[in-house]
């Protein structure tokens, strides 16, 4: 196994001593086949303990490795070294959250957004155990299965102009995953969700840039799934001044 | 005391779609849209004028292909080129077409969208004695 040296600046930054983050390099002997994780935990293992930052599997699934490497939010489980031939790597917080400490960012924002969209299924009659599951065909899954994968990395706001610009955006994970329910055969909890979802704040704010889409580790297309909630939502405006229409 | 300080790092309200080339890519085809706009609108004062008699509708064609119109329409064509294309690529996220359980690909439905747009360009240049 071949070794080389990176360079790995990090943005840091420790609420009890400094007024603003600044870049720390470290120089890791790296193995080959490393992510920029592993780097990471090279640091934190035989260089710097106080390093902070957050990760649990190592393997793209929980989400919580998410970070601006170079420049572009990634997972640093799931970004290798070998594509970074220069050798130097900066590393930093995800864009558009606050600075909890290093690499730590405050993610109370989000989780209150994810909450506000009744991220669950709202049934459309309710069954009790002895009436059995909800049926649902291959082809009801599909409907919706793109906007069940994904794993609240985040790195969707981080590059998102707009959550970046005005963090009222309800923004692209919360939207796809409030669209992912909407489409569920089992749901009827669409009405309930438009408080937030149809909001000026929720898809209407969206201005289809398209950048939540291009980073996202887990294919979920979160601008897709926005801009066809806002053509669902077009449709019912129209058909609602067709005769027997809602208004 | 509350340890806890999180630090905001600021965003420029006026230059943030510098930061990145992918918001370049937006703002350009977002600029396209104005011009597509204005092409438009000329094109409406232009049926208007029509209506209006012989002389305005002379004057109208006089103005479109004088030296200034000529350039403007260059430049507009190749904005309205940019919209059309930046729009088309964006069409199979928002337009999911799902047939039994397989979503119809992407490329297929951009596809459709060059089609239709080559026939009906084609139809308005035979329509104009041009093709
Ligand atoms: S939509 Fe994609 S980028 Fe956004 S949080 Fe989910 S997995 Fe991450
Ligand atoms: S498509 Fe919408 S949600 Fe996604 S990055 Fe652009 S503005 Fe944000
Ligand atoms: S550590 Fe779990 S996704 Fe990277």
């Known amino acids: 196994m071949s070794e080389r040296t990176i360079e790995l600046e990090v ?3 420790r609420p009890e001593q400094d007024q603003e983050p600044f870049f720390q390099t470290y120089k890791v002997p790296c193995e080959e086949e490393w992510v920029v994780l592993d780097a990471l935990n090279y640091v934190k293992e035989e260089m710097d303990r106080t390093l902070s930052y957050r990760w ?20 640093a489980c799931k970004a290798f070294l070998k594509d970074y031939p220069t050798g130097k790597i900066r590393v930093e917080p995800l864009s558009n959250f606050p600075i909890e400490r290093d690499l730590v960012v405050v993610l109370d924002d989000f989780v209150e957004k994810l909450e506000s969209v009744k991220p669950y299924i709202i049934p459309k009659e309710e ?4 009436q059995g599951e909800y049926l649902q065909t291959p082809a009801q899954l599909k409907a ?35 669209h992912r329910y909407n489409m569920d055969s089992r749901d009827l909890g669409r009405a309930a969700r438009d408080d937030v979802v149809a909001a000026a704040e929720g898809i209407w704010h969206c201005s289809f840039v398209g950048a939540c889409s291009q980073v996202c580790p887990k294919d979920v297309d979160p601008a897709g799934a926005i801009q066809q909630a806002k053509f669902a939502h077009g449709i019912d405006y129209l058909t609602s001044f067709l005769p027997g229409g809602k208004r | 005391m509350n340890p806890r300080k999180p630090y905001v790092r600021p965003i420029s309200k006026t230059s943030w779609f510098m930061t990145q080339s992918r918001y370049k890519v937006y703002m350009l085809h977002e600029i396209s849209s104005l011009f597509v706009a204005i092409y438009s609108a000329i094109l409406i004062i232009g049926l208007v004028r029509l209506g209006e008699g012989e002389a305005a509708w002379q004057g109208w064609l006089d103005a479109v292909t004088s030296p200034i119109g000529v350039i403007f329409h260059l430049i507009a064509f190749v904005f309205a080129l940019i919209h059309t294309t930046s729009w088309f690529k964006a069409v199979p996220q928002a337009m999911r077409i799902q047939r039994g359980e397989e979503i119809v690909p992407g490329k297929l439905i951009v596809g459709a969208h060059y089609g239709v747009l080559a026939a009906v360009s084609l139809f308005v240049l035979i329509l104009a004695g041009v093709a």
């Open chain 1, 144 to 178: 919706f299965k793109q906007y069940t994968l994904c794993i609240n990395c985040l790195c969707c706001y981080a590059v998102c102009p707009q959550y970046g610009l005005d963090e009222s955006f309800v923004g692209p994970a919360a939207l796809a995953l409030a």
């Open chain 1, 127 to 130: 069954r009790t155990v002895e």
């Open chain 1, 11 to 13: 943005l840091r930054y």
């Open chain 1, 56 to 75: 649990s599997c190592h393997m793209f699934v929980c989400g919580s490795c998410g970070m601006m490497i170079d420049g572009e939010p990634k997972l």
